[in-house]
């Protein structure tokens, strides 16, 4: 193997492989990135074997072939090499790399190809084409709702689910949840649904542009994929039932107030800095065309008065604020919509006008003193 | 402002606590004592008049009786000085409500306040030594000062029955001669450490640069050298003793339980520690479980959990997975712990989506209720009737689950 290559390509495709490369891996061929060239291009596999990305860039071929080489090397080496073109060479029968850059060079061992897990192949499966930046948004408004509780593994993951035109995203770890839906334009013939790892989501949303060109994605009984013209990410799926979320969303409300995202939002974040200990949770009092954000805390007390348009009956009801201001942040709307159905029951928020996205907060239960 | 803080001491306490019952063994040597029946025991507490002879605590048994022929032994009464503990503290409770039990013998009080009411501090100081002499048979040492460290300090200086006062001009002429080791905070590490930076008495703790502290020791170093100097600003903090760390428990094994058993002894652990847990208002966020088996092979791994918990559930589903990661099914286990640390009391309870974990919370506290009012076994987990369970199966269920009793039995 023997090819040039530019310094900010091959930072470029390092950084995206090297998230799905588990370093401490036992199995030291798991340490490292795959390096395989074929015609003039370059492709860079990082895998941990549930989740495999894969990078092309364009370089200059001399002769073709493949090597592992060491990420905790390879990774911090090629971001200090100086902006010159960079000349890699395999020696042939053994794994180690030269590179070789203006009149200097650094020789690194590696690991043989053979063993590296590989893309897994497609076989056939449901594909649908999303704007990469309409992507990344919806992954944005429902990652933040992803449990990180390895023991319950369903909850760690995001549902991917596509009826007719409507693609559905919907995380939760039960103490919220989001719901995000998007209309596509083709239509799927058989409805499909998927559990994917928010890990892998949360690549796929680090590494898609902020470009309208599209994403595809293709859902398959155990992978799904993610494919743009230089990259792709495969990843297992996560095994297990869904929760029957559809059943959770309140339909009525007693309580309905519309306010500015952003004032609720720091009022809250004020508030929670009083209620560092434990669970940080303030109260919320819904009143005639007011909501009041509360805490009172052995470190002292706080109250700020927000005006809003508030329907139906006074309520009171208590929130964990880290939790409120991840949902807030994630509504991506200058206004509002929160309705209630009672102090002991979820919250719906809601974008104002905006009926593709909702989250449910569940509210905590008053501290006894 | 300056502060009125007291230390109350008892004198002998342990030791006291059985001449004030036994109007026989006042003036005598009274030695408290692990087990004198066994030699290797301890002398846990003696009176002033067994220490005449020689006798401290820490002796053995034997040296105890060779330095005290004539001493009396006594095996320790640990509900009885909890007893007399709870009845003194009421006392200290009728003068004021800040009120810092510091050990079963000794407690804070900041009595600042009472200047109007109850007098001056030394005033207040005889009530309350008269009042658990006559109410409670007890002597106690008081001493008086601006803060903790004083009051510590002045009742340490004259014992038994003392009264001390000390202020803050008091300390060069009073503290500063005495060794270091004697300072509150100092222990035998520290006054090693102190040693070789030849700083023998109190007076060269108080006149070494607290900068060189402060590097070599952190914090500390800084906290010593300002009590050396008679400062120290903590509150008497009425709470101070109640404030639970962890709760756990651990069990030896009857014999070697390997992989299967050693689960369901964990459900029997997990269900009591998350069942105190939840008597005492607490949950916890970290799962510690300590494995050791006949040949002293032990292993303690702790896990963070995703939130507050006091459900046996989530405690017994971190320990499996503790149990998994750093134990190997085959080897045996003698002994098992498992411990709820990383509490918080009075947490506010964060609901959840789906119900399951209300629905076992409200399994798990009737369970609890169940138990408070027909006994420890009236319920438990079925797995507990197989081999393993060690609480519950011990005894054949002799009144079996009334669900499963479709027909009246003769007994």
Not at chain 1, 284 to 310: K, M
Not at chain 2, 13 to 41: K, M, N, T, W
Not at chain 2, 260 to 282: C, H, K, P, Q, S
Request: charged share 25%.
């Amino acid at each position: 193997m023997k090819f040039n290559a530019s310094k900010p390509a091959l930072m470029h495709a390092i950084n995206a492989v090297q998230k799905a490369v588990s370093p401490r891996s036992p199995l030291p061929v798991l340490t490292g990135i795959l390096f395989e060239v074929t015609g003039n291009r370059l492709y860079l596999t990082g895998s941990d074997t549930e989740l495999t990305i894969q990078c092309n860039i364009e370089v200059e071929t001399e002769t073709e072939g493949a090597i592992v080489l060491p990420i905790r090397y390879i990774s911090d080496l090629v971001r200090s090499l100086p902006d010159i073109p960079i000349q890699f060479n395999s020696i042939p029968g053994s794994t180690s790399v030269i590179i070789t850059y203006g009149t200097s060079q650094v020789s690194i061992h590696g690991y043989e190809p053979e063993q590296y897990p590989r893309l897994p192949s497609i076989n056939r499966g449901t594909g649908i084409q999303v704007p990469q930046d309409e992507l990344k948004e919806m992954l944005r408004q429902v990652l933040f709702a992803v449990s990180n509780d390895e023991t319950r593994p369903v909850f760690t993951g995001v549902l991917m689910q596509v009826d007719g035109k409507q693609f559905r995203l919907v995380a939760t770890d039960t103490y919220r949840l989001a719901m995000k839906n998007y209309q596509l334009e083709e239509e799927i013939e058989q409805p499909v649904r998927a559990i994917i790892p928010g890990k892998t989501l949360g690549e796929v949303a680090r590494l898609t542009g902020n470009t309208e060109e599209k994403i595809s994605i293709i859902l398959e009984e155990n992978h799904a994929f993610f494919s743009t013209a230089d990259l792709k990410i495969a990843s297992r799926l996560i095994a297990g039932q869904y929760p029957p979320y559809e059943q959770v969303i309140p339909r009525e409300f007693v309580t309905r107030t519309r306010v500015t995202t952003r004032e609720i939002m720091d009022a809250t974040e004020r508030a929670s800095l009083l209620a560092r200990d434990g669970y940080p949770v303030v109260k919320f009092t819904l009143q005639e065309n007011s909501c009041v954000v509360s805490v009172q805390t052995q470190a002292g007390w706080i109250r700020e008065e927000i005006s809003g348009l508030v329907e139906g009956e006074p309520l009171e009801i208590w929130f964990n604020a880290r939790y409120m201001s991840e949902s807030l942040r994630a509504l991506n709307s200058d206004e509002l919509c929160l309705e209630l159905t009672g102090p002991l029951s979820a919250a719906v928020l809601r974008p104002a006008g905006d009926d593709s996205y909702l989250s449910l907060l569940l509210p905590a239960k008053p501290p006894k003193d | 402002m300056s502060r009125a803080i007291m230390l109350v001491d008892m004198n002998a306490f342990f030791a006291s606590v059985h001449q004030a019952l036994d109007p026989a063994l006042r003036g005598r040597p009274v030695i408290v004592a692990g087990d004198p029946a066994r030699r290797h025991g301890v002398v846990l507490a003696a009176s002033y008049e067994a220490r005449a002879r020689g006798v401290k605590t820490g002796l053995t048994v034997a040296e105890a009786r060779l330095a005290c022929p004539g001493g009396i032994f006594i095996k320790p009464q640990h509900e009885l000085y909890v007893d007399f503990s709870a009845r003194i503290l009421r006392i200290l409770h009728d003068f004021t409500p800040l009120v810092e039990p510091f050990s079963i013998d000794e407690a804070f009080l900041d009595v600042t306040g009472c200047y109007k009411l109850l007098g001056s501090p030394v005033e207040i100081a005889r009530q309350l030594k008269e009042r658990i002499r006559r109410e409670v048979g007890i002597t106690c040492s008081v001493g008086i000062g601006p803060n903790k460290l004083l009051a510590k300090m002045a009742a340490e200086l004259q014992k038994p029955d003392g009264l001390t006062v000390l202020t803050p001009e008091d300390v060069p002429r009073r503290l500063w001669p005495l060794p270091v080791r004697e300072l509150f905070g100092v222990g035998p590490r520290y006054e090693e450490h102190l040693r070789k930076l030849n700083i023998h008495t109190i007076g060269d703790l108080a006149c070494f640069p607290v900068d060189i502290l402060k590097r070599r020791f952190g914090v500390y170093g800084e906290t010593l050298w300002l009590f050396a100097r008679g400062i120290d600003h903590s509150p008497v903090d009425p709470g101070s003793l109640k404030q639970v760390k962890s709760i756990g428990q651990q069990i030896t094994l009857p014999r070697d339980y390997r992989g299967e058993e050693i689960r369901v002894v964990l459900w029997e652990l997990a269900d009591r520690v998350a069942r105190r847990a939840r008597t005492g208002g607490y949950a916890g966020k970290t799962v510690i479980l300590s494995l050791k088996d006949s040949h002293f092979n032990w292993l303690s791994r702790r896990k963070t959990l995703p939130c507050y918990t006091s459900l046996a559930e989530d405690i017994h589903r971190a320990a499996m997975d503790l149990l998994e990661r750093h134990w190997s099914p085959r080897w045996p286990v003698r002994l098992v712990g498992l411990a709820l640390g990383g509490l918080a009391a009075r947490l506010p309870e964060q609901l959840t989506l789906f119900g399951q974990r209300e629905k076992r919370q409200k399994a798990e506290q009737v369970c609890d209720n169940i138990k408070k009012r027909y006994g420890e076994k009236a319920i438990f987990r079925a797995v507990s009737l197989t081999r393993a369970g060690v609480f519950y199966a011990a005894e054949p269920p002799d009144t079996a689950p009334s669900f499963l009793m479709k027909m009246p039995r003769d007994r």
